[in-house]
């Protein structure tokens, strides 16, 4: 692949992290495809359909401090990887979590997206 292929199929993935963290949901849904499937990894369906996706993201998007921040991006032909630190409102308190993200594009969306959460890292004053 060229580096503009590669570019190509980072920039919805890029575009979407950047609404995310704005918890701008209009923004955010414009890269998913209307019938995007989304998984915890490696095969748990979570939502399928744009519609569904939007409605776990309004909810998530109402937390103060959301904001994932990349570590790390591959792209394979249509399958980009991020590697990302994403702050968090749980329900024991604010924190980090590590999160692998798995997206596969077509036609300069999101199609399929698959996510492995780690474990969550509770702010220390929260200890």
Known sequence: MTD???AEAAYPVQMQLEAYNARDIESFMQWWAEDCAYYAFPDTQLAHGAD?????????FKEP??????LYRSVTGNLVVDHETVRRTFPEGTGKVDVICIYEIADGKI???????????LDQAQR
């Open 4 to 6: 503009i292929e590669l």
């Open 52 to 60: 569904e996706i939007r409605a776990r993201h309004v909810e998530r």
């Open 65 to 70: 401090n959301l904001f994932g921040k990349l």
């Open 111 to 121: 199609a399929k997206a698959w996510f492995k959460v780690g474990t969550p890292r």
